[in-house]
């Protein structure tokens, strides 16, 4: 195994093990924790990103057309 599939592999590992299972129990665990996980994720996963920000632009426009509503 080269040195760049190693890594990717590490990259992997911890995103399933610490960064993923933090996530997953996103109401029982601490802020900080969670923040850095997503940061972790979005960093490293290009789809992950995509979908991620697509979400948020897509509860943006939904908040805000609840907001022009009222």
Do not use: W
């Amino acid at each position: 195994m080269d040195q760049e599939k190693l890594n990717k592999a590490i990259i992997l590992r911890s995103m399933l093990d610490t960064d993923l299972n933090a996530v997953s129990r996103v109401l029982d665990i601490k802020d900080s924790v969670l923040g850095d996980s997503l940061k972790s994720i979005v960093r490293n996963d290009e789809e992950f990103r995509t979908k991620f920000m697509q979400l948020v632009h897509d509860t943006y426009d939904r908040l805000q057309k609840e907001f022009d509503e009222l």
